[in-house]
């Protein structure tokens, strides 16, 4: 059983920076995709961007250039590094664990979820 806890979140004004951290359970790194995504009131859940077993990334469109997710193996920890923040990147935030591949376009399909954590982006 995979667990994901997420933290990091809060309030930052538009071009500041956050770091987000999720705590994963046992070896998930070493058998699954992971992903952050994102999800505000009445939209439903979109991709951040993912990390593969053999550190491969990808990111959405609106994110590429600002957003950064990478792992410490070390401490089975996955990051989400956020600079030059938009009040459109306002929303909850969750990490996501999934056998590969990583199936970004389809977050309903993924197994296994944190809790989340609120990230408010003040203009």
């Known amino acids: 059983q995979v667990q994901l806890a997420e933290s990091g979140g809060g309030s930052v004004q538009a071009g500041g920076s956050l770091r987000l951290s999720c705590k994963a359970s046992g070896d998930t790194f070493r058998y699954y995709c992971m992903g952050w995504f994102r999800q505000v009131p009445g939209k439903e859940r979109e991709v951040v961007g993912s990390i593969d077993r053999d550190g491969r990334t990808t990111y959405a469109d609106s994110v590429q250039g600002r957003f950064t997710i990478s792992k410490g193996n070390a401490f089975n920890t996955l990051y989400l590094q956020m600079n030059s923040l938009k009040p459109e990147d306002t929303g909850m935030y969750f990490c996501?664990?999934?056998?590969?591949?990583?199936?970004?376009?389809?977050?309903?399909?993924?197994?296994?979820w944190g809790q989340g954590t609120q990230v408010t982006v003040a203009s």
């Open positions: 996501a664990a999934d056998p590969p591949p990583c199936r970004v376009g389809e977050p309903a399909t993924w197994d296994y």
